[in-house]
């Protein structure tokens, strides 16, 4: 079975002819985008990345990036996102973007994007608003998760110049998810961006809340801190979630650089497919589900070994 990634930006030549991308030339630069890459990438082709680094489905960013009355804001509509998702529902599933500036209309858009259009979870830039992951303007958004029994997953850690016109603060820390966790103990809460420069920060918080997770994406494998890497091989192989944040990593690079890392095999299996079909309830969790419900004593001897293994971890 193939990965499924967590994080995907929409990256075609109309979000970037558009400016809804964020990212300006120098950053481009700065990760080192191949030229030919720069001016977008379509659907088809982007599907055939996948397809070679066996990647089944990646989650879409329906973007809200910053107050739209501020200047250098931008938005990938949720339509657009489910135009997506619709034309290829096999690879493609819709997150949702919340921005606390939109009052009771972002809440009924929230809603109205998981009810109608099937998006399996929301998404939050803390930096693009300026308020910590902890700040009140952020709980009825997740109140209304709660409800709607979907995770959020949001950027911790620092935050770079993706655009010369908007230059951002570094607002959440991963620290400041513990006061969410403890408000919010039904939340699925997922930390992307893995924490740094505060990798062990965000570490303790997946260890700490049971109900908070770490996505390891916008950074290559082979330069993920290494007790992130000993965390999701060992006693954390069931809190983390593979993502690449593309365009910024490419899935190619990431799956094979993944696969240098030499995991253990059940550790890269919840890494890159199993946490994420439990954690978003993807349509293939279902089918999942129902396999092992046919074998329920190999099921059983699995779980068995796992906890012998994850003991002696």
């Not at 403890?182 to 740094?196: A, M, N, Q, S, T």
């Not at 439990?278 to 699995?302: C, H, M, T």
Request: proline residues 7%; contains cysteine.
């Amino acid at each position: 079975m193939g990965a499924i990634d967590i994080v995907c930006n929409l990256f075609t030549p109309q979000e970037v002819a558009e400016g809804r991308t964020g990212l300006d030339e120098t950053f481009k630069q700065q990760v080192r985008m191949p030229p030919e890459m720069r001016g977008g990438v379509t659907i088809d082709d982007y599907i055939a990345k996948m397809d070679r680094a066996d990647i089944d489905r990646a989650l879409l960013l329906a973007v809200r990036a910053g107050d739209m009355a501020v200047r250098g804001s931008f938005e990938i509509t949720y339509e657009r996102v489910a135009e997506v998702c619709r034309a290829k529902p096999d690879r493609f599933s819709g997150l949702a973007g919340v921005d606390p500036f939109r009052g009771m209309q972002g809440i009924y858009d929230l809603e109205r994007a998981v009810k109608e259009l099937g998006f399996v979870g929301a998404h939050l830039y803390p930096h693009w608003f300026g308020l910590p992951p902890n700040d009140r303007r952020y709980y009825p958004y997740y109140s209304k998760c709660c409800e709607l029994d979907i995770p959020i997953m949001m950027q911790v850690g620092h935050n770079l110049v993706y655009s010369r016109e908007r230059r951002l603060p570094s607002v959440a820390r991963p620290i400041t998810l513990d006061e969410v966790a403890i408000d919010f103990p039904e939340l699925k809460l997922i930390g992307i961006h893995i924490g740094v420069p505060w990798t062990d920060e965000m570490i303790s918080m997946a260890w700490k809340h049971e109900n908070i997770f770490i996505g390891v994406d916008a950074y290559a494998p082979k330069h993920w801190p290494s007790q992130l890497v000993h965390y999701l091989n060992t006693y954390g192989r069931e809190k983390v979630l593979f993502g690449t944040d593309w365009p910024v990593i490419d899935p190619e690079r990431a799956v094979k650089e993944v696969d240098a890392l030499n995991l253990r095999p059940e550790s890269k299996d919840m890494l890159m497919r199993d946490n994420a079909l439990r954690v978003f309830r993807l349509p293939e969790s279902g089918a999942r589900k129902q396999s092992r419900q046919e074998a329920p004593d190999d099921l059983i001897e699995r779980q068995f070994r796992a906890g012998i293994r994850m003991t002696r971890s």
